[in-house]
């Protein structure tokens, strides 16, 4: 069964927020038919450096200059 090419698309956001908030996000994603994959992490520590992907698109963005 051929799968179409769609445009897809890989979106990391970090929130803090408490279970009432997260489990009310956690039902939208999970009904929602365009979002195909989802996970959702809880950590003890905020992470606020940089992700590897953002940092990627930064040295790129700086080599074409």
Same mark, same amino acid.
């Given at each position: 069964?051929? %799968?179409?090419?769609?445009?897809? #698309?890989? @979106? !990391?956001?970090?929130?803090?927020?408490? =279970?009432? /908030?997260?489990? $009310?996000?956690?039902? %939208?994603? *999970?009904? =929602?038919?365009?979002? %195909? !994959?989802? @996970?959702?992490?809880? !950590? &003890? *520590?905020?992470? &606020? $450096?940089?992700? /590897? #992907? #953002? =940092? !990627?698109? *930064? &040295? =790129? *963005? $700086? $080599?074409?200059?």
């Amino acid at each position: 069964y051929p %799968l179409r090419r769609q445009r897809q #698309m890989c @979106i !990391r956001d970090s929130i803090q927020a408490d =279970n009432q /908030v997260i489990d $009310e996000i956690s039902g %939208l994603i *999970k009904f =929602n038919d365009s979002i %195909l !994959r989802h @996970i959702i992490l809880q !950590r &003890t *520590k905020a992470y &606020t $450096e940089s992700s /590897v #992907m #953002m =940092n !990627r698109e *930064k &040295t =790129n *963005k $700086e $080599e074409a200059h």
